[in-house]
């Protein structure tokens, strides 16, 4: 069986990481094929949201170190151009975590855009214990996501965040009861592709672009980047909301936690 799964939903594609002996732990395999999950959910113009979870009750235990300990290269994560955790992709993906988000796993669930996490959840650097720095992202996405000091907080001491401790610092944005993450995170990835999708991604685009830009240049930046949805959707959406779409604050939340 596939070290990684594909299964589609209408709009909505959800990624499984299979290695469920190993708490789905990526060797370079499973990394590259999760690669090629990404950039053919990128390249399919029928999928607009992606969910990425793990078989078995577990989300990802990191990088395989029994195939490190043979020496393995582990650039095909994020260290090379084409590494699979390199940069976001155009389109959201939702992280739907339940169990174990350890080491290169935290890295694979920052880079989604959200998290849903079940009740045993668990995000930590586990690999501070065996000397493997982390190379997947996560001293650059990490920091931005919940501050420096929370950060270094878990990559100086490796310990365990559970669910609640993660949706208060914010490192996972909701907390649902056990089992239920992948459900949930596909019910809101639904929601998500039923929006008009240029403003949805170039909002996105922008919120990200902005983290290396100056003030001034990330505001120029999304005026440029808004343009497209200007030109294209938002006159018929306005039209919507004038004929009366909308009314009294209605705005329906099926999708969301």
């Known amino acids: 069986m596939s070290k990684i799964l594909v299964e589609h939903d209408g ?25 090629d999950a990404f950039q053919s959910f990128e390249a399919d113009d029928d999928a607009r949201v992606a969910v990425l979870t ?12 029994k195939e490190m300990s043979k020496g393995a290269n582990y650039d ?7 590494g699979t955790l390199r940069a976001p992709l155009s389109k959201p993906i939702i992280a739907a975590v339940e169990g174990h988000a350890c080491a290169g796993g935290l890295g694979v669930s920052l880079f989604c855009d959200l998290r849903v996490a079940d009740e045993t959840a668990v ?23 919940v501050g420096m000091s929370k950060a270094l907080d878990m ?5 365990a965040i559970g669910a609640e401790e993660a949706l208060q610092m914010g490192l996972a944005n909701y907390v649902v009861p056990k089992g239920q993450a992948r459900a949930e995170a596909e ?9 008009p999708q240029i403003a949805m991604r170039s909002d ?18 999304e005026a440029r ?31 969301t936690p």
């Not at 095909?76 to 084409?82: I, V």
């Not at 995000?123 to 996501?145: I, K, N, Y």
């Not at 990559?155 to 310990?159: M, S």
């Open 76 to 82: 095909a994560w994020a260290g090379s151009d084409n």
């Open 225 to 255: 980047l808004a343009q497209a949805a200007k030109e294209q959707e938002a006159q018929s959406g306005a039209s919507r909301f004038a004929e009366g779409a909308g009314r009294h604050g209605s705005f329906e939340e099926k999708g």
């Open 54 to 65: 793990g078989a078995d009750g577990a989300f990802c235990a990191g990088a395989d170190l």
């Open 187 to 195: 019910k809101m990835a639904l929601r998500v592709a039923e929006f």
């Open 123 to 145: 995000f930590a650097v586990f690999s501070r214990r065996w000397g493997v720095p982390m190379s997947d992202g996560t001293t650059v996405r990490l920091p931005r996501l």
């Open 11 to 35: 709009p909505v594609t959800t990624i499984v990481m299979n290695r469920p002996k190993v708490r789905n732990a990526l060797d370079n395999e499973a990394i590259e094929l999760l690669g």
């Open 155 to 159: 990559l100086l001491t490796g310990r």
């Open 204 to 221: 996105r685009q922008s919120a990200y672009a902005q983290l290396g830009l100056p003030l001034d240049d990330a505001v120029l930046e």
